[in-house]
């Protein structure tokens, strides 16, 4: 059985930072493929970035240069360090992942930008 098991979120202000974690367990390990989605309220769910099990990585060119994903596989855990947020960043944050063409979703956690 997956769990994905996401924390981290809550409230700050413009400028201000962040860093979410996706705990994995089950048969997801750092060879799958694993993201963070977010979806505002009365938007469709969107891709943020990507970590492969290459250890390669993709981004929305929104956050580009302000968030960064990486993963420890020790502790088969990811990561999304925010920086620089604003309040388009406001959503609930997804962990996502893929085995063998099966998509495993987080419970999802609040990030709230805002003064």
């Known amino acids: 059985q997956v769990q994905l098991v996401e924390s981290g979120g809550g409230l700050v202000q413009p400028g201000g930072s962040l860093r979410l974690s996706c705990a994995a367990s089950?048969?997801?390990?750092?060879?799958?493929?694993m993201g963070w989605y977010r979806q505002a309220p009365g938007k469709q769910r969107e891709l943020v970035a990507n970590?492969?099990?290459?250890?390669?990585?993709n981004y929305a060119d929104s956050v580009k240069g302000r968030f960064t994903i990486s993963r420890d596989s020790a502790k088969n855990t990811m990561y999304l360090q925010m920086n620089s947020l604003k309040p388009e960043d406001t959503a609930v944050y997804y962990c996502?992942?893929?085995?063998?063409?099966?998509?495993?979703w987080g419970q999802g956690t609040q990030v709230t930008v805002s003064s």
């Open positions: 996502r992942a893929t085995n063998w063409g099966i998509v495993y």
């Open positions: 089950g048969i997801i390990s750092s060879l799958n493929n």
């Open positions: 970590i492969f099990g290459s250890g390669n990585t």
